[in-house]
């Protein structure tokens, strides 16, 4: 029986408590210097990538899997959000919902229409927005099932590289094809928050954060259980896992088609968030890049690593935007932008990472099955046993 | 010469090696047999620098040598022969002894290509052909031709009469034993075939599961009616 | 002499062909992807525009001087990052992650460069079309001429250094067994800073070849990158003749191709070009994971040769 004392104590020095409290403390200063709006948005871009990076790190820290195109997944669940569900609310209310849906004159218009409904009808709003999310898992799931054709056959860096063309592609397919989100010009996203008329931000906030914790929980729930213990299994040592006839091609599947569609919610949510879908946004250098940066420093393999990881560098380039005129403005005096500096920030951080802290802020530490307290009790009673030589 | 001290070693995480303790006399020929996979190759990567030492400590002639890159450990003086991969494929004969005289002049490179070829004259009429063309036993003259190139001090050979026919095993074993009594060079032998490099072996070592299980002359391991049935094959009637 | 879609193809594909052409270098010394070839793919291009705006003249002599700056960028690389990673023996992954690292860097400060260069000296240097200060030469671009002799050159050049000269040998020998070749001696280190300057320069000089085809951006590299690497692998990752080969398919097939796809179905298709080279690498990857250094050269060499003493009797 430990008291209450000791087990803060232990906990306190821990480097995730520590680092957590020092945001805490960054964020309410922010609070108090810019006002409220500032953290929410932060909080609402913190669940999106939370979701997009948990995500990655099933794939990555668990099963191994090199997944540089987890840009791909997330255009799923963003192009499947811009195209359809807007076009089945304009389908039922006549209003045209064809290939010119997206041409820009005609959104342009029928957007507005839609949301003048929907800031009436609360279960109609409730309705669309859970479509949405569950049209982009599936679209996800389907996209993850894809992209596990490949991941079967190829290994490490040469996966990492057909990801990185993929994900480019799909990009430029939704930049150049016009029915699809519009191309060139945005397609408008129903809103379905417009109900929340006035307290948008803080639903939005509190909505996506709610949804961030519920991914969390599914994902620590799948990475303890039996079969994340096979992820790992397959991740360190594939020949022995066919060795116990566990199917590798079965269970890597199983763990893309999962991760794609965790990614693909990340994306649904953020062009809702944004309220546009612009193909041009979804770069490799944001949803790919960013997300394995914030992986890489809350450490491969954790999940509450990711969470703070994210945290972390968002905040950081929270501070950035916001400070890039004072403290760095002595840049513009030779006409240099400061935003610039988030890439030298996300160049820095990956190479601090992986030459100083190749494990990330939690190192992935071995999984006990019984908890730590019978293990103990286990060993002493063996011990007991061992120091009892024949002639006692 | 070399000495070798309570040597723990193995490849990044793996050990292999176990408190192996060995002496290599300047100018004798000093035997390394066992069975396989007791850790024969492994002991002379690390006194190569290839394989990871724990603990322990490997001096050449008073100069420590821990974990340093092999190619430090080659600029000392040893030569290393090793069983596989043991010549440039994809170079030539002529580009392999340059390469194995890496560390020579231009005029010492020419003198000492033609006096190794004068010891190999097999190999002068390949010399410009690809090495991956030629036969195993050609290839391993080539090894060793390339191990002497390096103006050895010591030399480092791994199961060289592997896949050798028994008189051609007997011409190899009786030619390093003329390295150790005309160049005077100091020769660490890994063998599986015991018999032929006991018999021109001055010391012996017999190494089981990564640890020492015998030290002493060679002739008299060769004798040992016990050891040399139980872990080299030897009959007795020989 | 060439028209205007070949031409620009040959510029296209000597680019490609030495930017593939680096990536293979590097990858089979020291096993790494580097990534950050697109940042000195476009500092290369950079380099020739500034000294071009500054100094005038011919832009060819600068190209020479962007060389040399991509192997600097190369040698900053290799020492700071490169090494000492490869002293740990990390994994291929870690070894690409970390040149993705440099290579925002590089971005970045080509980013500000940029913007430095508009403020200070009003250039716009996001949207350079260097071919404009190109000249002409036997009624087709000079580019079209030169690009394809600056790729040929760079490639007997590295041919001679590999194999009429010791230390090129001693890079082929460890390529080959890296072991075996610090066994005898060589030192590795020499080895692979060697590659990343030479690498680097190649990437850089692929960069300025290629602005004289493709508008010059502070995110042309970036653009590009996904092209190069499949050059490489098309080549196979095993020999750097086979990246310049592979790189120069894969450009011309994807200049070319989209050309002749747009005459068919129309100019839309010109934003799908992407596809060509990703439709080159997943078929190289799927069913000739070889790469071009799978086909049997010198039994290719010895039927064509059997087979023209057959025509002569």
Redesign the interface.
Known sequence: MRNIGDVLKQNLMKREVIISLVILLVLTYLAISYGLSIILSTLIIFSIFSIVTLSLNLEVGHTGISQFGRVISVIAGAFVVGAIPGRILAFLYGLPFGLEYADDAVNYKVVPFIHKILEKNIALALGFFLFCLVLAGLSGALIGWLTSRPAIRLREAYLGISLLAFGDFFMWVGHNWEPLVGGTTAVFIPDPFRIVWGYRIQAVAFTFLAIAVLVYLFIERITKSPFGRTLKMLRDSPLVSRVYGKNIVKIRTQSLVIGSAIAAIGGALYVIYTGTCTAIGFTRLTWTFWPWAYMMLGGIGSNIGMVLGVLVLTVLRTLIILYRKSVFGFLLLWGIDPIWLEYTLLGLVIIFIVLFMPYGLVPEKAETVLPSGRIKAILESVRKQSSRTPEN | MLNIKNLYSGYIKLKILFDINLEVPTTEITVVVGPNGAGKTTLLNSIMGIATVFAGEIILDGIRLKNAPPYKVAQLGISYVPQMGNVFADLTLRENLMMAGYMLSKEELKNKTDQVLDMFPVLKGFIQRKAGTLSGGERRMLAIAMGLMRKPKVMLLDELSTDLAPLITKRVMESIARLRDELGITILLVEQMAKRALEIGDKAYLLVSGEIKYSGKASDLLHHPELSKLYLGIKEAE | MFPPWLAGGLVYASALSLTAGGITLLYITTRT?NFAHAGMATFGFYITYIFYSFRGGNLYQYFPLSFLFGSLLGIICYIG?NK??LRR??????L???T??????????I??LC??L???FKLYPRRVTMSAYDFEMFRTSAASIISPIIAITILTLLHLFLTRT?FG??M??TI??P??????????DKVYLMSWVIGGGMAALGGAVMSLTMTGTPVMGMTLI?QM??GA?LGGLESIYGGILGGFIVGLAEYVGIYYLAVMVGP?IL??R??L??LI??IT??LFPRGLAGIQWSYLMESIKRARKGVKS
Do not use: C, H, V
């Open positions: 992807f990052l000492p990673l023996q990390a994994s291929t992954i870690t690409m992650m970390s993705l690292g440099y290579d925002l860097i590089l971005l970045s400060i980013q500000m913007d430095y508009s403020y200070t010791k040998t001693s082929r020998a080959e067994n072991i075996l070749a610090s066994a005898s001696g060589i030192n590795s996904a690497f499949a692998i839309w934003g799908y992407m596809a080279p990703l690498m997943a990857l799927l």
